[in-house]
Every structure is written in structure tokens, then in C-alpha cells.
């Protein structure tokens, strides 16, 4: 069993909403179905473009669906460096992986990075985390882990009101549906009262914030 970290979970919830929020200034591109063809028993796979800013949360092989966290896991490359993918169980002998993925530029980013990026942005933004220690009735495995508790704050930039409105909805929208999206060791989502604070003059944007609230399982060896 390998060990987890919070950082992890964080990254598939930044992936999710990458993955089913469209960017309305199509930054970046879009891969679909980029084909590797494995060799017997291979698991790693490097994509092909480097500044991969989100893989999908389901890949195929030999037209067999995998999941990202329960089938696979992807280990992002930073810079120049590349981005690879790695199955739980080896694939076939002449086997087809297909992964479809985003590189470039993205609208949703973790933190406050850059200020010279479009508008539209979302922003994600780590809040607070508690730990909450699992009982012996719990489904973890062997009881070696704990749940986390987080709360982001989601905020939304535009420079044009209604789509600020309308890009607002959907992530709040987005982060509602998480408890149903089966990501990897995520239990509890809940997405808090949503405020709208107009135009701010000194982000030059109309803005948009809610709170969004997730429990994980963070297991540990």
C-alpha cells in the first residue's frame, strides 16, 4: 500500500473541475485519445507534450475504461519535464492506451500565481485542513489512515459581468456534484453560500466567492 498525501487528493480535485468546466478563451490544448501501445506488463507511459495541466479522470485500455486514483494514478511534470501516467496492473503485450489530456495555459488555478493571465480565472485557493482519526468500524484498510477536512475558497474573475455570473454558477455547480463525481478517497463535498462582490477596481474584474468544503482519506503505511 503506498502512501498518500494531501496533496494528492488536492490535485484530483483541481483535475475535476479542469476536466468539466470549459474555458471560454480556449487556452492551451486539448488532447484526445493520444494512443500509446504497451509492451508486456508496462505501467508507466509518458505523454508526448510537455506543461500537462490536467489528465483525464478516465482513460481506456484495450477499450477497457481505468480511473484515475482506483486504476491509475499520473505524476504531473514540472517546467521541461515530462508527465507520465502509470497503470496499478501492467497492460497486455500490443495493448492500445489511450489518455486524453490538457497542456498549456489553464483557467483554474491553485492560488493566486500570476496576475497577467485572461480573464476569465478561477481561482483555488487551500484554506484550513483538520485531521479526523478513524475508528476500528471504518472501512480503511487495517484502520491505517485518517480522514481530512478542508475547506478551499473558489473565486471567479471577468472582466465582463454576465459571464462572470455565468463561470460562477458552473464551478459552484461543478463543486455541488463532487459527492456523486466517485473521485479517488473523496467522501464528503459541500458547497457554502456563494457571494457576489461586484466589480473590484483593483483586480480590474468582476468577482465572485464561495467556500467549498471536502473530506478525504488519507491513508498512510
Do not use: C
Not at 5 to 16: G, K, N
Not at 174 to 199: C, E, M, P, V, W
Amino acid at each position: 500500500m503506498a502512501e498518500e498525501y494531501i496533496y494528492e487528493r488536492e490535485r484530483a480535485i483541481l483535475d475535476y473541475l479542469r476536466n468539466n468546466l470549459v474555458d471560454p478563451e480556449a487556452r492551451g490544448t486539448d488532447i484526445i485519445g493520444e494512443s500509446h501501445t504497451a509492451t508486456a506488463g508496462q505501467t508507466v507511459f509518458t505523454l508526448f507534450n510537455n506543461s500537462v495541466k490536467n489528465v483525464a479522470d478516465t482513460i481506456t485500455v484495450n477499450a477497457v475504461t481505468k480511473s484515475k486514483g482506483y486504476d491509475y494514478t499520473v505524476q504531473y511534470g514540472e517546467g521541461k519535464r515530462p508527465t507520465t501516467v502509470t497503470l496499478n496492473v501492467g497492460a497486455g503485450a500490443g495493448e492500445i492506451v489511450l489518455i486524453s489530456y490538457h497542456h498549456g495555459p489553464s483557467m483554474i488555478e491553485r492560488e493566486f500565481s500570476r496576475t497577467d493571465t485572461k480573464l476569465p480565472r478561477v481561482i483555488m485557493m487551500f484554506l484550513i485542513g483538520e485531521e479526523e482519526f478513524s475508528s476500528l468500524g471504518d472501512t480503511m484498510e487495517f484502520g491505517k489512515g485518517s480522514y481530512f477536512n478542508v475547506s478551499f475558497r473558489m473565486e471567479i474573475r471577468d472582466k465582463y459581468a454576465n459571464r462572470a455570473r455565468e463561470t460562477a454558477s458552473k464551478v459552484y455547480n461543478l463543486f455541488k456534484k463532487l459527492r456523486h463525481a466517485n473521485l479517488f478517497r473523496t467522501n464528503i463535498t459541500r458547497a457554502g453560500s456563494i457571494q457576489n462582490f461586484d466589480y473590484d477596481r483593483d483586480k480590474e474584474a468582476y468577482v465572485w466567492q464561495f467556500t467549498g468544503d471536502i473530506q478525504w482519506e488519507i491513508r498512510f503505511e
